[in-house]
C-alpha cells in the first residue's frame, strides 16, 4: 500500500510504498482491549502497605474489665474499630504484572496503527530535523502540518531536538518506534511518523511465517 510523504512544510514529497500487513490489518477490539489492561496492570508499582492489628504497636494490655463497666467488651485498643488500630485484610506489597502473547501484542499494535491510516489521523515525513531544540520549532512543523489534535510523534532513531522541543507542548509526546505501545496510540489522536520509524516499525512487527521470516510487503 502506499502512504503519502509530506515535508515539515506540510508540502507532498511523494509516496511511501508500506506493508499491507502492519498499515492495512484489522482492529480487533478484545485484542486491543486485553493489551491495554496488561500495560495498565504492569505500569501498576505495586507499593501500597498498611499495618494489621497484629503489626500495629501497643494494645498488649485489655483496656477494662470483660464485665461490669456497662461497656462493650474489648480486648485491645489495636482493634480494626479503634483510633490508631490495625486495618482489616490490609494491603500488602505485591506484583500486579500481566504477560500477553507477543503475537497478540503484534495483532493490537497494528490494528491500531492501521485504523489511524484508515481514519486519515497519521502524517508521515521524510524528515524531522529543527534547526532548533525549541518549542515554538516544534509547534511552527505541526501547524504547517495541521495538526491541531494530541499527537505521538514517532521516530526511529533518538532525535534529542524533537524530544527536547516538544516537550513543553500539551497532549504532544514523543516515542521511538522501538517503544510503540497500545496506551500511547490510543491516548493521542494524532499519529506523526518519520520515514525511518515506519520502516523500523515494519521490521519490529511485520507478520512473519513460520520459519521466522517476514512476509514480503504488499
Known amino acids: 500500500m502506499e502512504l503519502t510523504i509530506k515535508g515539515i512544510d506540510g508540502k507532498d514529497k511523494g509516496t511511501l510504498q508500506a506493508s499491507e500487513a ?45 464485665k461490669g463497666t456497662g ?26 504484572r500481566l504477560s500477553l ?9 497494528v490494528g491500531l496503527l492501521s485504523e489511524k491510516i484508515r481514519q486519515n489521523q497519521y502524517t ?41 522541543a516538544a516537550h513543553n507542548l500539551k497532549k504532544v509526546r514523543t516515542l521511538l518506534a522501538a517503544n510503540l505501545n497500545v496506551l500511547d496510540l490510543l491516548n493521542h489522536e494524532h499519529v506523526l511518523l518519520t520515514t525511518d520509524a515506519v520502516k523500523r516499525i515494519e521490521e519490529l512487527w511485520a507478520e512473519r511465517n513460520r520459519r521466522g521470516k517476514v512476509e514480503a510487503t504488499a
Not at 495498565?40 to 500495629?56: F, I, K, P
Not at 480486648?75 to 505485591?94: C, M
Open 124 to 164: 508521515i515525513v521524510d524528515d524531522l530535523s529543527l534547526s532548533a531544540a525549541k518549542t515554538a520549532e516544534m509547534a511552527k512543523v505541526l501547524s504547517a502540518l495541521g495538526i491541531s489534535a494530541s499527537c505521538l510523534v514517532v521516530s526511529g532513531q533518538p532525535q534529542d531536538a524533537v524530544v527536547h
Open 71 to 96: 461497656r462493650a467488651r474489648q480486648g485491645s485498643t489495636r482493634s480494626p474499630q479503634w483510633r490508631h488500630g490495625g486495618v482489616v485484610f490490609a494491603p500488602k506489597p505485591r506484583d500486579y
Open 22 to 66: 502492519v498499515f492495512g490489518a484489522p482492529l480487533k477490539k478484545a485484542v486491543v482491549y486485553q493489551a491495554m489492561l496488561v500495560q495498565r496492570a504492569n505500569q501498576r508499582q505495586g507499593t501500597q502497605s498498611a499495618l494489621t492489628r497484629a503489626e500495629v504497636s501497643g494494645g498488649g494490655r485489655k483496656p477494662w474489665n470483660q
Open 101 to 109: 502473547p507477543k503475537e497478540m501484542r503484534r495483532q493490537a499494535l
